[in-house]
């Protein structure tokens, strides 16, 4: 296939796109050379028939320009052309269907003030607001007002109209305040997030800083008695800073909880996403991996009630990431609730990453049925599995040493666990803790081997000693090697 930029940008094209980059070339006002339509024509048949890895730049210059020698200059200067075209086509696409509605309106109002169509400008501005403020909050809702006010503040200055200006102003500050607390909600969670997930702390923490200097109760407490717009999704934001600020209690989580579960009409699809990932399921997740059974079954609870709720892969929300799939079926299993796991993940793989489907649900599936015990099955799962990432790797891995322990196969455990020893020591992505805790898994799952496989080695004591061991080390999870060692305990001791 040709190397070129041109022919790259355009493989990407779905047929619909490659339909409608075909109309804006035959557009004079976008193109008048005509060659270059019948470059891209000969590039799109080669495309759909699958042929391009048979094009090159003289099979095309021949085709456009039929009996001519070949000419590079002609055809480096063609392809230059349709390039820029296929970028500027994807920038106009862009604004056709990804730039709501609303912005339209509004970059429209800045022009009808310049050509002073005020007639024009009063009835798109009516029909905006009304548009904006009758629709359910977005994650851009106070800035979409704020600059639709900019708008007929600049409109109303420029025609001396002081009492519509001032009007203007005065609702510029009322919705610029809101857009800055959800900035500031919204930057807390995402810093929280890096902070706990990653391990990452900048060196200068200044949206703490900020926060930690604000009485954040006392003016939560004055919010509740105003009688201030969109007060309840004020007070969401206000008590989320506080949950995370370090000096809230649970008791302002169940709050937060309340609230958001109670007003989940006023909020849009990905509004409403975003208020129970990135808000809720956040702190849930923190309390539950400092080790509160209370809070996960909390963050389970919420994982279902996020799938009930917000239409993944739908109305502004993207595909369900890995991650939170794996998650919602592990913590199901773990609660023993198998059967909600097993329909959730055949109902919801079709609103996974491509990228990562086919891997996500085959080891959903391995998860379950080493849940039911089915091992067998587990392995014909894992063997089917695709080793997408190095997290998927390490989650294989262990499933594949805990089927070989169940099933006595121990000669595929020790083959497995001293590949996996060299696999931990020669990664050199693994945090220092993160490496410690693998190692420590291996050694006890090196334990349990040995144990099974020579049991007359042992006594009670020695294996009492490797108790102390896993509860001592940062190995997960110790209810499942604490239980496999009592089991073994009781069968030879």
């Known amino acids: 296939m040709i190397k070129n930029k041109a022919v790259d940008v355009i493989s990407t094209f779905s047929e619909s796109e490659l339909k409608e980059f075909y109309l804006y070339l035959d557009s004079p006002y976008f193109n008048s050379n005509k060659s270059l339509i019948k470059l891209f024509n000969e590039i799109r048949k080669a495309l759909l028939a699958e042929g391009a890895a048979k094009l090159t730049e003289e099979l095309l210059y021949g085709k456009i320009f039929k009996g001519k020698k070949f000419n590079y200059g002609i055809m480096k200067n063609l392809m230059s052309e349709l390039f820029k075209q296929a970028e500027k086509f994807l920038v106009i696409n862009i604004n056709n269907n990804t730039l709501k509605e609303t912005n339209q309106q509004i970059l429209l109002l800045g022009e009808l003030d310049k050509r002073k169509l005020d007639d024009n400008f009063r009835h798109a501005f009516a029909k905006t607001k009304d548009r904006i403020s009758e629709g359910k909050i977005s994650p851009g809702y106070y800035q979409e007002l704020c600059t639709l006010y900019e708008a007929a503040k600049d409109y109303n200055i420029n025609r001396s109209n002081i009492n519509e200006y001032s009007s203007s102003v005065l609702n510029i500050i009322e919705h610029t305040f809101p857009h800055i607390i959800s900035i500031l909600a919204d930057a807390y969670a995402i810093q929280f997030t890096a902070e706990h997930s990653a391990n990452y702390?900048?060196?200068?923490?200044?949206?703490?800083?900020?926060?930690?200097?604000?009485?954040?109760?006392?003016?939560?407490?004055?919010?509740?008695?105003?009688?201030?717009?969109?007060?309840?999704?004020?007070?969401?934001?206000?008590?989320?800073?506080?949950?995370?600020?370090?000096?809230?209690?649970?008791?302002?989580?169940?709050?937060?909880?309340?609230?958001?579960?109670?007003?989940?009409?006023?909020?849009?699809?990905?509004?409403?996403?975003?208020?129970?990932?990135?808000?809720?399921?956040?702190?849930?997740?923190?309390?539950?991996?400092?080790?509160?059974?209370?809070?996960?079954?909390?963050?389970?609870?919420?994982?279902?009630?996020?799938?009930?709720?917000?239409?993944?892969?739908?109305?502004?929300?993207?595909?369900?990431?890995?991650?939170?799939?794996?998650?919602?079926?592990?913590?199901?299993?773990?609660?023993?609730?198998?059967?909600?796991?097993?329909?959730?993940?055949?109902?919801?793989?079709?609103?996974?990453?491509?990228?990562?489907?086919?891997?996500?649900?085959?080891?959903?599936?391995?998860?379950?049925?080493?849940?039911?015990?089915?091992?067998?099955?587990?392995?014909?799962?894992?063997?089917?599995?695709?080793?997408?990432?190095?997290?998927?790797?390490?989650?294989?891995?262990?499933?594949?040493?805990?089927?070989?322990?169940?099933?006595?196969m121990f000669e595929q455990g020790f083959s497995m666990l001293d590949s996996f020893k060299k696999f931990v020591a020669d990664t050199r992505e693994l945090h220092p803790d993160f490496r410690k805790k693998l190692n420590d898994s291996i050694k006890i799952y090196s334990i349990l081997f040995k144990i099974s496989s020579s049991p007359e080695r042992y006594t009670a004591q020695k294996l009492d000693e490797h108790v102390a061991f896993v509860k001592a080390s940062a190995a997960s999870p110790k209810d499942w090697y604490l239980g496999k060692l009592d089991e073994l305990k009781k069968k030879y001791y």
């Open 201 to 408: 702390k900048p060196e200068t923490d200044l949206v703490k800083e900020f926060i930690s200097r604000l009485n954040i109760k006392d003016f939560t407490r004055f919010i509740e008695n105003s009688a201030l717009k969109n007060k309840k999704d004020i007070l969401i934001r206000l008590n989320f800073i506080e949950l995370l600020s370090g000096s809230s209690t649970d008791e302002v989580y169940y709050k937060l909880c309340d609230i958001v579960f109670m007003n989940t009409a006023i909020y849009s699809n990905q509004m409403l996403y975003t208020l129970i990932n990135n808000y809720l399921l956040l702190y849930a997740e923190k309390r539950a991996s400092e080790g509160s059974a209370e809070f996960f079954v909390e963050k389970f609870s919420l994982l279902k009630k996020m799938f009930t709720l917000v239409k993944m892969n739908s109305d502004g929300v993207g595909y369900i990431f890995l991650s939170s799939y794996l998650d919602t079926v592990l913590s199901g299993i773990r609660l023993g609730e198998t059967e909600y796991v097993s329909l959730f993940a055949e109902k919801f793989k079709k609103d996974v990453d491509p990228s990562v489907r086919d891997v996500a649900y085959r080891l959903a599936r391995a998860y379950i049925f080493a849940a039911e015990e089915k091992y067998e099955l587990c392995l014909k799962e894992l063997a089917r599995t695709g080793q997408a990432d190095f997290h998927i790797k390490l989650r294989t891995k262990f499933l594949y040493l805990k089927c070989c322990f169940e099933l006595n």
